[in-house]
């Protein structure tokens, strides 16, 4: 099992950068695939970027998916951040390759909250 913690959200400038970090909790954090999601008001959740035990990435341009085994932590970089990026947004794991979908995440982080003024 694995207890993930988000922080780095706050208020940003359109055109700005966030980088969010996730730590887990856990000896077994290598043997987990990393995501990343985010849910906006009335809206859906939804995919940003997935990395996986090997280190094997999803690209979405603006956004950089990182993690450090050493630390338990996984990183989202964002740059060029949009008024539309504004959501919560949620680090999630699970054993296995990656899925976009977040109903394959097991484990989940309360999230965090990102708001970019325009």
């Known amino acids: 099992q694995v207890q993930l913690v988000e922080s780095g959200g706050g208020l940003v400038q359109s055109g700005g950068s966030l980088r969010l970090s996730c730590a887990a909790s856990?000896?077994?954090?290598?043997?987990?695939?990393l995501g990343w999601f985010r849910q906006a008001p009335g809206k859906d959740r939804q995919f940003v970027a997935a990395?996986?035990?090997s280190g094997g990435s999803t690209v979405k341009g603006r956004f950089t998916i990182s993690r450090d085994n050493a630390g338990n932590t996984v990183y989202l970089q964002m740059n060029s951040l949009k008024p539309e990026d504004t959501a919560v947004y949620y680090c999630?794991?699970?054993?296995?390759?990656?899925?976009?979908?977040?109903?394959?995440?097991?484990?989940w982080g309360q999230g965090t909250q990102v708001t970019v003024s325009s």
């Open positions: 999630a794991a699970r054993e296995g390759v990656i899925y976009r979908e977040s109903s394959w995440y097991d484990y």
């Open positions: 856990g000896r077994t954090f290598s043997r987990y695939t």
């Open positions: 990395i996986s035990r």
